[in-house]
C-alpha cells in the first residue's frame, strides 16, 4: 500500500487503520476521504461552502462508488491505494498534464476497472484548504472550469446556479419592492428562498461550519458565479 497526502492534512490516530480495513472489507483497490474543511475566515468560509457543495453535489458519493455508473471522483488531499493498482494506473506521471490530476486519476482508473472508493470522515481527516477570500477564488477558478469539463459546461453550471440560488431572491426583493406583489409570484420565490437555504443550512452541518452562514447564501453564491 502507499499513502498520498498533502502537507497541510491533519488525520486522526485511527484515521489509517480505518481506512485500510474499510477498503478491504469492499474490495476496493483504494480509498479517498472526504474530511472536515476548516475555513479560519469568514470571507474563505463564505465562498468555500458554495464551491465544497458544488463539488460535492456534482459528484455523489453512491454513484462515484458504484462500478457500473461512469461517475469518477477523488479528493486529492489523501488517497491510499494498493502499490500495483498505483503502478497499473501509470501513477501520477500519467495525469501530469491534467489540471486535477486527482479527478483525472480517477477517471482513469474508473474506465479500467480499479476501484477507488471515496468516504465522508469528518471525524477522522481535517484540512485547511485556504485562508482568504482571495485565496478560494483564485484556487478555485481554474479548477471549476476543469472540473466542470470546460469552459462552455463551466458557464452552464454557473448559470445552473444562479437561476436557483440567487434569482429567487432577486424576484422575492422585487416583488417586494414594488409594494403591491403578486400572491402566486410572492409565494413561488419565497418557497425557492427557503429551499435554497435549507440547501446552504444542509452544507454548513456537512463542513461544520456555522449554521448562520446560510442567511448570507444568496451572496456567497452570486459572489462564485460573477
Known sequence: WVLFLDADVRLAPPALGAALTETQRRGWDGISLWG???????????????V?????????????NDPSKPDAFLNG???LIRRDAMRALGGWESVRTEVLEDVALARRAKKRGIRIGMLRAPELMRVVPYRSFGEVWRGYLKNFVAG?????????AAAAIFIASVLPFVVLASEIAH??????????????CAA?????AGTA?????PAGDALLHPFANAAFVA
Open 205 to 209: 452541518k456537512l463542513f461544520h461550519h
Open 77 to 79: 488531499q489523501i488517497l
Open 36 to 50: 472536515t474543511w476548516e475555513v479560519p475566515s469568514f470571507g474563505a468560509r463564505l465562498l468555500q461552502s458554495v
Open 148 to 156: 466542470a469539463g470546460g469552459e462552455w459546461r463551466a458557464l452552464g
Open 52 to 64: 465544497g457543495g458544488f463539488v460535492r453535489g456534482a459528484h455523489p458519493i453512491p454513484r462515484v
Open 196 to 200: 435554497a437555504v435549507a440547501y446552504r
Open 179 to 192: 409594494g403591491v406583489p403578486s400572491a402566486l409570484r410572492l409565494i413561488a420565490s419565497a418557497a425557492a
